[in-house]
């Protein structure tokens, strides 16, 4: 048995911030930012919350997998920014969207959350215990960010993404997890005391090692999708779409050249969004199945790493 995207969403919040905003902020400009990152803008949620965003970004997968709510048995939402720490965002986006009968929880695994929330699914199916999914990813990273710590304050940007899934016949793939808590402090954040753009130690908000978690990326990404590739018997020409985590182009464009691959069968959208943590992936999977790109059979990689660290990646046939 297969598991299947039938259906995506996003939802971006309304403000959007510029690259010549942050450079008002801290000692930075358009140019370097877009020279190191690629980032142009980001969306900043200023009235929405990260519950508001992921039911957003559901409501309009459901609507586009064509199904009920009720139909749906599972939702994980991958998030490290949740609104409060209980109830889970799951279970508020399962009673915005009346999915009555679901079983809901969150995972974090930063930015390998989305990618990690379909294997769980994808394995919750395997066990014979789910047919019908919901997936959702959202971040509001704008609260944790440190908006005077030029590092980091370019990088990241607020938002979320969808999708539905279902059980069906047809090939299986086999996912790949890794972790490596010994790496831990290159990315880290304390806790989460208020919201807003308020100051409080530092370490209460996101801190990084910028060129520890470069090399990382830009190491282990390649190797987690040959990895991929080799457990499923797939040949690296048969993937259409390397849908990668949206952390920076100079990363991105790496992971092609270290794979002999054309950029383009990497898209990118973190020009508009910034980094978006879990919720990059579906963000740009939405993008493409709305703009058409996406054609029944396509075999698409997905790839997310990130802090903890984590690195996760899977294969899907689009539309099967
Ligand atoms: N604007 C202008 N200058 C900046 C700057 C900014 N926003 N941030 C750092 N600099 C300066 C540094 O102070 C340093 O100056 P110096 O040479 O005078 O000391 C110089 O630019 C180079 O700094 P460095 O940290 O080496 O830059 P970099 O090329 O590594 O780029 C990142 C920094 C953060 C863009 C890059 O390390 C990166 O993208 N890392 C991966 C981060 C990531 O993807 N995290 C999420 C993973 S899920």
Redesign the pocket.
């Known amino acids: 048995m297969s598991a299947v995207i039938c259906g995506t969403g996003s939802y971006a919040p309304a403000y959007i911030m510029d690259n010549d905003k942050?450079a008002e902020l801290?000692?930075?400009?358009d140019a370097?930012?877009r020279e190191?990152?690629g980032i142009r803008q980001r969306h900043i949620a200023k009235t929405e919350t990260t519950v508001y965003m992921a039911a957003e970004a559901a409501k309009r997968a459901i609507e586009n997998a064509g199904i009920s709510p009720e139909e749906i048995e599972l939702i994980i939402v991958a998030t490290l920014s949740s609104d409060v720490i209980l109830p889970c965002s799951a279970c508020e986006v399962q009673k915005e969207i009346g999915a009555d009968r679901a079983a809901a929880f969150d995972i974090n695994a930063?930015?390998s959350g989305f990618t990690i929330a379909y294997n769980m699914a994808d394995a919750f199916f395997e066990a014979g215990q789910y047919q019908t999914a919901l997936i959702v990813a959202a971040e509001s990273l704008s609260h944790l960010t440190d908006w005077t710590d030029?590092?980091?304050?370019?990088?990241f940007g607020d938002g979320a993404g969808a999708a539905v899934m279902k059980k069906k016949q047809g090939r299986h793939y086999f996912s790949v997890t890794h972790s490596d808590g010994t790496k831990g402090w290159t990315?880290t954040c304390k806790n989460r005391l208020e919201t807003g753009m308020g100051q409080l130690p530092r370490e209460y908000y996101i801190d990084?090692n910028?060129?520890e978690?470069?090399k990382f990326?830009v190491r282990k990404v390649p190797e987690l999708i040959r990895e991929v590739l080799q457990k499923n018997n797939v040949r690296q020409e048969e993937i259409t779409w390397f849908v990668v985590?949206q952390?920076?182009s100079?990363?991105l464009e790496s992971v092609a050249k270290h794979l002999g691959e054309p950029s383009w069968k990497f898209p990118m959208n973190l020009q508009h969004y910034g980094?978006t943590?879990s919720a990059s992936i579906p963000l740009l999977l939405d993008e493409l199945n709305r703009q058409g790109k996406l054609k029944k059979g396509d075999k698409i990689l997905l790839a997310g790493?990130?802090?903890g660290l984590t690195w996760s990646g899977n294969i899907l046939d689009w539309g099967m």
């Open positions: 942050i801290v000692e930075t400009n370097w930012i190191r990152t930063a930015c030029r590092g980091t304050c370019i990088l990315l990084m910028g060129q978690i470069f990326a985590h952390a920076n100079r990363i980094n943590s790493f990130g802090a």
